[in-house]
Nanobody
Framework: VQLVESGGGLVQPGGSLTLSCAAS????????MRWVRQVPGKERELVAA????????KFADSVKGRFTISRDNAKTTVYLQMNSLKPEDTAVYYC????????????WGQGTQVTVSS
């Protein structure tokens, strides 16, 4: 399983960023895809998830209405559109591929830093 995130960076409060995660090495359409973030010293937080069906999504309460997750099975890529960013969104964002039935999948990307600051 290979997952490569991109799109992180520095943005001002209220701004927007779109993260991308390019996947390979597994049957992309069969796995749920998740974005998880982590701040140093804190546990990882599930931000958003999309099932194998693009209409099956869920979000952390802290990002509902501001973030959107989508997937393109043809491009084997998952996206996280982040709007109205706040300083508390600052974290390393990780892409995670997960399938709990055989063949089990649990892959992680290297992470991309998002910093929200003026």
């Amino acid at each position: 399983v290979q997952l490569v995130e991109s799109g992180g960076g520095l943005v001002q409060p209220g701004g927007s960023l779109t993260l991308s995660c390019a996947a390979s090495g597994f049957t992309f359409r069969s796995a749920a895809m998740r974005w998880v973030r982590q701040v140093p010293g804190k546990e990882r937080e599930l931000v958003a998830a999309v099932g194998s069906r693009s209409d099956d999504t869920k979000f952390a309460d802290s990002v509902k209405g501001r973030f959107t997750i989508s997937r393109d099975n043809a491009k084997t890529t998952v996206y996280l559109q982040m709007n109205s960013l706040k300083p508390e969104d600052t974290a390393v964002y990780y892409c995670n591929a997960r399938r709990t039935s055989a063949p089990v999948i649990d892959g992680w990307g290297q992470g991309t830093q998002v910093t929200v600051s003026s």
